[in-house]
């Protein structure tokens, strides 16, 4: 099956549920095939981590270790500066 840009915006539900049948959209920009939409199966799925790995750029901070939690650091980081004598 063949769409245009266009067709892609106005119809992506129609374009969509062509892939979930099986068939292959092929998408084209100014009449030259640009990209290619092609439905899921459930073998070519990929098996999402159960976190994002960027967390683990928080695993060496010695700064935490007084935390409870990455969230509760950033809350602490967020809250106001205070300025004055009591530094």
Known sequence: MHATVKDLRLQA???LAATQRGETVEITLRGKPCAR???LTADSEQERPARNPAFGLWADRTELENEI???SHVRRL???RTFGADE
């Open 69 to 71: 939690d990455v969230e």
């Open 37 to 39: 939409l092609v439905g």
């Open 13 to 15: 539900r129609a374009l």
């Open 78 to 80: 967020r809250s106001p």
